[in-house]
Every structure is written in C-alpha cells, then in structure tokens.
C-alpha cells in the first residue's frame, strides 16, 4: 500500500449555465436527444476565465479548507487536456499564483483519464521522500468545443476539482491501480491540434482547435476497458467487487456508467452520477464527484472506493483507494 490520507477536497464550476435548451436555440437538437443519449440536462461554461483561473481557485479553497500553508506544499499537479499555453503549464501557474515557493509543478495530459492518473503519480511521490501536494482536474472545455458542431457541442462542460494529498503512516492510501494507454485508438478522439509552421519549406499547416469524436468508438472502449481496469486493480488489491463502497467513474455519460455497473455485476447505486449538471468535464469530473460526495457526507473515511477513468489518448485507469 501506498500511504496517503486526503485532507481536503474542493471543487469550482464557472457561475454561467448552459441549458440544452439554450444549446437548441442555435444548433439542431434538443434535450429529448440529448437527455436520454447522455443524462446530461446542463454544462457551466465560463466567461473569461482561462483553465489556470479555475485551478488556482481550487488551490486556494484546498489551503483555506485544510489550514496548511503554501509553502508547505512539496508539489502540484494539475491534470488538463485545455491549458492555457504550451508552456509555463497550468501547474506553473497555480504554484505561482498561490505562491507556493516550496512546490515544484507541472501538468499531466490524459484526457479523461486525469485525475485517475494525477493520483496515481502523487501517490507514487508520496511514497518517496515527499510530504503533501495538491493534485487537481481542471478543464476549460468550451474552448475545444466546435459550437456548431452537436454531435461534440452537447457532451462537455468546464470546471475543476482537486485534493490535497498527505503522506501518513495510518494504513489508508492507494491499495493497488491499473493504468492503461491505447495509442493505437487515439484518432477516436482528438483536440486541440497545433499548426506546424516550418520555415524552412515554408510548409503551413492548419491549426484545428476542436474536439473530434468517434462516440461510438468511445463508448464501446469505455463500457469494454472500464471493467478490464477495475478488475485488474481488485485483483491486485485481493478484493472483491462487492467490498468497494462507492465507484467514482468519469462522469461522461450516464448510460457509459449503467453499463459499465451491468457489465461489473455491481448495483448502479454505488455508482453516483452528477453528469446532469456539469456534463463531460474530462479531468475535472472525478475530482466534481468525490468532493460533492464528500460534502454529502456518501463518501467518507473508513470506506474503500474505487476511482476509474477512460477517454482520449485513448486512456483508462482505475484506483483502488482505502479512506
Ligand atoms: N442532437 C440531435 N441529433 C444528434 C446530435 C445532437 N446533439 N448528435 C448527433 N445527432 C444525430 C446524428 O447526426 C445521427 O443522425 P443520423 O442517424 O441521421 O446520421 C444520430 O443522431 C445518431 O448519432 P450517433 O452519433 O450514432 O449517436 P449515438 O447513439 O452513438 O450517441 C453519443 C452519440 C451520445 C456521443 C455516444 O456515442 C456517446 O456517448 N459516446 C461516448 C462519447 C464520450 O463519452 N466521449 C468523451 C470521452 S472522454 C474524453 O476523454 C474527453
């Protein structure tokens, strides 16, 4: 076991609120499509606000939340698929904005698979001679989005989530982990492509800002990997499906999950889903999830859970962790 507690968890979505119904007053479609395809209703969009807007919010409500101090932080890991820039990295830039002089940061890019694997490696970190760190999704998806474009337009929101991770000698931690990358299938979902420019042929290509989805190629990775991933974690875990309290899953699609719980044997209720309100906030989602089940008081310390991400790349990782 890898020995970490979760001190504090928190999480921001922008104000602004996109219904389906605003979305059908300027594309073809509508919330009888998209409800019951997707179990979303609503996604929160922002206005100005860039991704490291978001985390840096999240950074200071984690530090509020728990009591500790900036420069008691040894690192910050934010997991984005929409930074602001190449580079200085979202991370950078949270660990500037906070001023976290003792941190060092830096962003990991795995789609949806984020912050399965953001903890993953702050886990890792903390196993060695590390203390504390913040690891935190955030994602300003609206970006990416190609608003004329429904059959993407309709899936993805904003927002970011993160937790401040502890090493501790109490036996709580990462029990055991499965991550998976699938290169070969990353043309089933693809953003942000960068113009190369060369000037020495002075070949130009053209920069394409948006998401691209194969869904059905999506879906049928998710609800096939999902359970692989889960299984495989328990397995090295030595647990069975039935001793994990509460499945936090990607929240991209509620119809993903319900056949991802079928396909595992496990009854949907211990798989919550929020997708209704914020949609497929990729990096974010699990981190939205945790900290609401949280504050419900559904997730809580004693319990074991599960965290399982899947998506672009194409990625999927599941978590086995022991609050
Ligand atoms: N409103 C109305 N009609 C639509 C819309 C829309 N928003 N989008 C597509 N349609 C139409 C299509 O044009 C098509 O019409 P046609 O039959 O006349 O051609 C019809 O609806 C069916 O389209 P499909 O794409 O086949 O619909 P499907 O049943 O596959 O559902 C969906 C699409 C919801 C996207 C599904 O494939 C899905 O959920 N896939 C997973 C996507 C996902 O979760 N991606 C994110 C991964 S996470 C990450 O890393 C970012």
């Known amino acids: 076991m890898e020995q970490f507690t979760i001190v504090e968890s928190a999480h921001v979505v922008p104000q602004r609120v996109v219904t389906n119904d605003e979305l059908a007053t300027f594309m073809d479609t509508s919330d009888d499509w998209i409800y019951p395809r997707t179990g979303i209703h609503q996604r929160h969009v922002v206005n100005d606000e860039n991704t490291s807007d978001l985390a840096t919010s999240v950074a200071n409500e984690l530090l509020a939340k728990s009591g500790i101090t900036a420069d008691q932080l040894d690192f910050i890991i934010v997991g984005t698929m929409s930074p602001d820039n190449l580079t200085p990295s979202v991370a950078q830039q949270v660990q500037g904005n906070i001023k976290a002089n003792n941190a060092f940061a830096w962003d990991l890019s795995a789609a949806c ?3 399965v694997y953001t903890i993953s490696m702050a886990s890792a970190l903390l196993a060695t001679k590390y203390q504390r760190g913040l690891v935190i999704g955030a994602e300003v998806l609206s970006k990416l989005v190609d608003w004329q474009d429904r059959s993407t337009a309709v899936l993805f929101g904003d927002g970011a989530a993160g937790v401040l991770l502890e090493k501790t000698s109490a036996q709580v931690g990462l029990l055991a982990e499965s991550l998976k990358t699938y290169g070969e299938q990353s043309e089933f979902l693809t953003a942000g492509h960068q113009r190369n420019s060369n000037y020495f042929t002075g070949e130009l290509s053209q920069a394409d800002p948006y998401f691209h989805m194969n869904g ?18 328990l397995d090295k875990a030595n647990l069975t499906a039935d001793s994990i309290d509460v499945y936090l899953l990607h929240q991209a699609n509620a119809r993903i999950i319900a056949s991802i719980a079928k396909r595992f ?8 889903i929020n997708v209704a309100n914020y949609g497929n906030t990729s990096a974010a989602s699990i981190g939205i999830l945790l900290d609401e089940l949280r504050i419900e008081g559904v997730v809580h310390d004693g319990q074991r859970i599960a965290l399982a991400g899947f998506g672009g790349g194409l990625t999927a990782g599941a978590l086995i962790i022991q609050l």
Do not use: M
């Open 113 to 115: 698979s984020g912050f």
């Open 265 to 272: 044997g496990q009854p949907i209720e211990k798989f919550p």
């Open 216 to 233: 059905r190629e999506v879906y049928n990775f998710a609800t096939r990997q999902v359970p692989v991933v889960l299984s495989e974690a």
